[in-house]
């Protein structure tokens, strides 16, 4: 998202760069236990107290140390999620203008959160601004006139979303494994962001019996990071118990090589555990279900099989038990398919229930799901008019123009109010 954002900000003529922060793995440990804690959820059970404060800090305080060599005041900086909070204090100090973005939070109220947002009000109190992507993540104690609410969007121009006809879609397919090859000749051509043309040379990793699906089989997707929240074991216990029995789908659950994502320590753990429940699936079953880990050595190659996938497939789930925003939702409907989601966080943003996909109240409600899924297979005309109704939803409000728009507004009003 940010790639997108910046460059039409270096194309408007404003000095805009980024900069990655780095960590060592007791750091990670804390921000996932972090990002767990604002959506609500224990993770890890670990501890918050005194030792994680001062590592926290330690670590910020040499990420702020770097970024502070390149800003000078009166700078804007904006700081993303809980991994840099700690850095505000040092940011400010430089003189600069701070914004902290917060891109997960909770519907509801929930002691494990309100104790997470504990341990980071002494670090983000002091932001000039802050953005949600929802009023209800915000915790009440949050200065109002510094909040602005901003929700994420797509680049539909980016090898993750922009066009590809049906013939391509198949062939990268095919090329990464995920669909059998036969009769098919399209090259497996993508466009890469930068407007240059590549083909798919990569092979993802995948787990499954026997063949991989034809072309013309109805596939069922998630594309996920092997996240606890993303509950891609659910879903492979929701298809294998209510959708594998009736009809011909097959589902594929997909996410990145398991050491794709590095300041994700628990990923290893979530994967071998949606191994374990394929394994003890009858044969039927799982011979419908394949686990599927793309490579992550080109983001570009990555994006356009994620592309792929989410064109090719007839219903794409997004199963989450908590969820910020989802742009997996909108990078979905963008390409004219229906998902079926959880009712939860930013997903209720963007799935109109019964217009642009289906929702499902309760995300641990297994039979739900299935039958949502089921639903949409078996309805190919509703199947078409949601994917429409899907493209135009996103069309018009999760596109990053409007993102720019909003974000460009708040930047004019910081600047306003500090000279
Ligand atoms: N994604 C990807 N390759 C993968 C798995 C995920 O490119 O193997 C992308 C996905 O397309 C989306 C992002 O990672 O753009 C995940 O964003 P989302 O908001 O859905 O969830 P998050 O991971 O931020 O919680």
């Known amino acids: 998202m940010l790639q997108t954002i910046l460059a039409y900000g270096r194309g408007a003529g404003i000095d805009v760069r980024w900069l990655v922060t780095s960590g060592d793995s007791d750091f990670f440990k804390i921000t996932k236990r972090l990002h767990n804690g604002i959506h609500g959820s224990t993770g890890d059970n670990g501890p918050l107290g005194t030792d994680e404060h001062a590592h926290y800090q330690k670590i910020c305080e040499q990420n702020a140390a770097a970024l502070v060599s390149e800003v000078k005041a009166e700078d804007i900086v904006i700081l993303h999620d809980p991994q840099t909070a700690g850095m505000i204090r040092t940011v400010l100090a430089q003189g600069a203008i701070v914004v902290w973005r917060c891109h997960i939070g909770l519907d509801g109220q929930s002691d494990v959160a309100d104790r997470t947002w504990d341990f980071l009000k002494t670090y983000i109190k002091d932001a000039h601004a802050y953005i949600f992507s929802r009023k209800c993540y915000a915790p009440d104690w949050l200065d109002e006139n510094r909040l602005c609410i901003i929700s994420p969007s797509i680049d539909p121009f980016s090898s993750k979303n922009n066009g590809m006809d049906t ?233 990053a123009s409007r993102h720019l728009e909003q974000f460009g507004a708040l930047l004019v009003s910081l600047v306003d109010k500090v000279s």
Not at 190 to 211: F, K, S
Not at 228 to 242: T, Y
Not at 330 to 344: D, F, H, Q
Not at 357 to 364: F, N
């Open 167 to 399: 013939a391509t879609a198949q062939a990268i397919l095919a090329q990464a494994g995920i669909i059998a090859a036969d009769g098919i000749k399209a090259p497996p051509t993508y466009v890469r962001t930068d407007g240059t043309t590549a083909q798919v040379q990569g092979a993802a990793d995948i787990l499954r019996t026997g063949a991989p699906p034809s072309a013309t089989t109805p596939l069922v997707c998630q594309v996920s990071r092997w996240d606890r929240l993303k509950d891609m074991q659910g879903v492979l216990e929701g298809f294998a118990n209510f959708v594998a029995s009736s009809g011909k789908a097959h589902l594929s659950l997909v996410g990145p090589v398991v050491n794709g994502v590095a300041d994700d320590p628990e990923q290893v753990a979530v994967y071998e555990a949606v191994v374990t429940a394929w394994r003890k699936l009858p044969n039927e079953a799982r011979s419908r279900i394949q686990l599927v880990c793309l490579p992550m050595i080109d983001i570009e190659e990555n994006a356009a099989i994620v592309n792929a996938l989410q064109r090719h497939a007839k219903v794409v789930t997004q199963k989450s038990l908590r969820e910020g925003f989802g742009l997996t939702v909108s990078e979905a409907m963008w390409k004219s398919t229906p998902l079926v989601g959880s009712a939860v966080g930013g997903i209720k943003d963007q799935i109109e229930h019964g217009v642009s996909g289906l929702l499902v109240e309760d995300p641990t409600n297994l039979e739900e799901f299935g039958k949502a899924i089921l639903h949409l297979l078996n309805d190919l005309p509703q199947l078409e008019s949601m994917g429409r109704k899907a493209k135009e939803r996103v069309k018009k409000d999760f596109l």
